[in-house]
């Protein structure tokens, strides 16, 4: 069974750092597309930033020059260096990871998202 864990969410101060980690474990599968969306309270889900498995990132424009994420594709792990950080970023943090399966000898494929639980990251001023 796919699991997709994330990690390195806390409190700190406006202007600080953090950086997040996200695991994906289980076995039988590829990724495709890793990335991090945050939602904070009351508002709606939106991007942070995404890897496809070619090296092409995607940022949201509010966190464009400030974030970075990186992946190691033999860990099956991305991260997301945050810096710079200011109390607009507090929200939640999800991981999220598309999974290719192969599920026959023709090689016909079966892809679904995952999401890891959430890490909050709160940055106060």
């Known amino acids: 069974q796919v699991q997709v864990v994330e990690s390195g969410g806390g409190l700190v101060q406006s202007g600080g750092s953090l950086r997040l980690s996200c695991v994906v474990s289980?076995?039988?599968?590829?990724?495709?597309?890793m990335g991090w969306y945050r939602q904070a309270p009351g508002q709606e889900r939106e991007l942070v930033a995404l890897?496809?498995?070619?090296?092409?990132?995607n940022y949201g424009d509010s966190v464009k020059g400030r974030f970075t994420i990186s992946r190691d594709s033999a860990k099956n792990t991305v991260y997301l260096q945050m810096n710079t950080l200011k109390p607009e970023d507090t929200a939640v943090y999800y991981c999220?990871?598309?999974?290719?399966?192969?599920?026959?000898?023709?090689?016909?494929?079966?892809?679904?998202?995952?999401w890891g639980q959430g890490t909050l990251v709160t940055v106060s001023s």
């Open positions: 890897q496809t498995s070619g090296g092409i990132t």
């Open positions: 289980g076995s039988g599968f590829s990724i495709n597309t």
């Open positions: 999220n990871a598309e999974i290719v399966r192969v599920v026959n000898v023709e090689g016909a494929k079966v892809t679904r998202t995952y």
